[in-house]
């Protein structure tokens, strides 16, 4: 008998499969489902390593089926629901919103209305539940980068910030892309059945993930394929967007601690200080990549190709992660400089896992959005 029975959806995605690693390994006496319905992005290859574990299952299914996780959730009695499943890349949603407004508007929805009904009919109701929601700090909009030559990170000593300001739990929604839009709708109904019907609920904004398994049309692993394979590297308008980078095991450290330890009804941001211009950081990856590979400094700088901008770029995401470091004792462990060369080892070392990903589909994907930018 299990002490705990947790659902994790999108657990064969990027940030899904750490926290599934992580909850399998360090809770054997919790139950894990994995409830995924494996798009481009899903790969159960993420998961080899804990696949054959006792206490984890994985199910094949979509979060927009309702009645399919009411029944597994009544079948396992699921206590726990930690909610990562999305369609998440920018570009993309550009190209087709309402893919989007489907899986992470109506399918949260999905997942909300299935938690609801099967722990109100319960004896002890919402007694030992919870549902933990994982956002983005997309949500809160652009900040403008005001210290164009960086200053110091006034969470992290030796660290630069671009900006003056930084998001906080109670900066206004202001999301620009379709995705964010969509992930943005998505907290509200969270909040929304917290405020109406007393489900427990949390909800994390994060920033920017980087680590091990993140599907390469991301920035991080889409440069370190393409310096690999000695393709262009694609940086959009003049590289000077700024984003917050956070190593993908502090995220599901953070995950672990809010959806156990976090107030319920509350937000928590998540970010790395570890602010970087997009240039900066593609050249720190060309040097380290080159390195590991033993090719000469400099040979392939010049693959560094300036495109046409994404429409409605966002300037400069940083988030202010004080309440979650207060509340929670929370503090990211990993520098970033250190997790990029764990990260570009990683991707050199996997090549198998990168080639499994990067097949004719993925191909296809590239020379569409690539071509005529
Ligand atoms: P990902 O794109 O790598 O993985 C998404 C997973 O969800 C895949 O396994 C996919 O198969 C699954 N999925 C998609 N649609 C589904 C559906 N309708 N039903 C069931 N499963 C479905 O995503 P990620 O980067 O790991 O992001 C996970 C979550 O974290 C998302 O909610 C995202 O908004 C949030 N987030 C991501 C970042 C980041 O930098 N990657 C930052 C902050 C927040
Ligand atoms: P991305 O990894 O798509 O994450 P997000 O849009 O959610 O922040 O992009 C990170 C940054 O890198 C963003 O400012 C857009 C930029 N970018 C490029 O310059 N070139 C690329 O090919 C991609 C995918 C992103």
Redesign the pocket.
């Known amino acids: 008998m299990y002490r705990r029975s947790i659902i994790i959806?999108?657990?064969?995605?990027?940030?899904?499969?750490h926290v599934v690693r992580l909850f399998v390994n360090k809770y054997p006496d919790y139950r894990i489902i994995n409830?995924?319905?494996?798009?481009?992005?899903?790969?159960l290859a993420?998961l080899k390593d804990i696949e054959d574990k006792p206490n984890y299952k994985f199910v094949r299914?979509?979060?927009?089926?309702c009645e399919g996780v009411l029944d597994i959730m009544k079948e396992e009695r699921v206590d726990g629901i930690i909610?990562?499943?999305?369609?998440?890349?920018v570009d993309r949603s550009i190209k087709n919103p309402s893919a989007f407004a489907?899986?992470?508007v109506i399918?949260t929805l999905s997942m909300l209305q299935a938690a609801k009904a099967c722990w109100e009919s319960l004896p002890d109701k919402w007694e030992g539940k919870r549902f933990h929601h994982?956002?983005?700090?997309?949500v809160y909009g652009a900040l403008k980068s005001d210290c164009p030559e960086g200053s110091p990170h006034p969470d992290n000593p030796g660290a630069v910030a671009y900006g003056t300001e930084f998001f906080t739990e109670d900066t206004p929604y202001r999301p620009h892309s379709p995705?964010s839009a969509a992930?943005a709708a998505?907290d509200h109904f969270v909040r929304a059945f917290h405020d109406t019907y007393g489900l427990p609920t949390t909800i994390?904004?994060?920033?920017?993930?980087?680590g091990p398994?993140?599907?390469p049309e991301?920035l991080i692993p889409l440069c370190i394929n393409n310096i690999y394979e000695r393709r262009p590297i694609p940086v959009y308008g003049r590289g000077l967007n700024v984003r917050d980078w956070?190593y993908?095991g502090d995220?599901a450290d953070a995950i672990d601690l809010i959806f156990h330890k976090g107030r319920v009804g509350q937000t928590y941001n998540?970010g790395g200080a570890g602010e970087r211009r997009n240039i900066d950081l593609v050249r720190m990856l060309v040097e380290i990549t080159d390195r590991i590979l033993g090719r000469p400094e400099g040979a392939d700088d010049d693959l560094i190709t300036f495109v046409t901008d994404r429409a409605g770029h966002d300037d400069r995401y940083a988030i202010d992660s004080g309440k979650l470091s207060r509340e929670l004792g929370w503090k990211p462990s990993v520098a970033f400089g250190v997790g990029l060369e764990k990260t570009v080892a990683w991707y050199l070392g996997n090549r198998d896992w990168l080639d499994g990903v990067t097949g004719g589909e993925y191909m296809n994907y590239y020379a569409e959005t690539y071509t005529n930018k």
Do not use: P, R, W
């Not at 409830?35 to 790969?43: H, P």
């Not at 299914?61 to 089926?65: K, L, T």
């Not at 994982?134 to 997309?138: G, L, Q």
């Open positions: 959806t999108g657990g064969a995605g990027f940030i899904g499969s409830l995924d319905k494996l798009t481009y992005a899903g790969n993420n299914m979509d979060v927009c089926d909610h990562l499943a999305a369609e998440t890349h489907e899986t992470n399918g994982v956002s983005t700090d997309e995705y992930k998505s994390s904004n994060c920033s920017n993930n980087y398994y993140q599907f991301k956070l993908v995220h998540v």
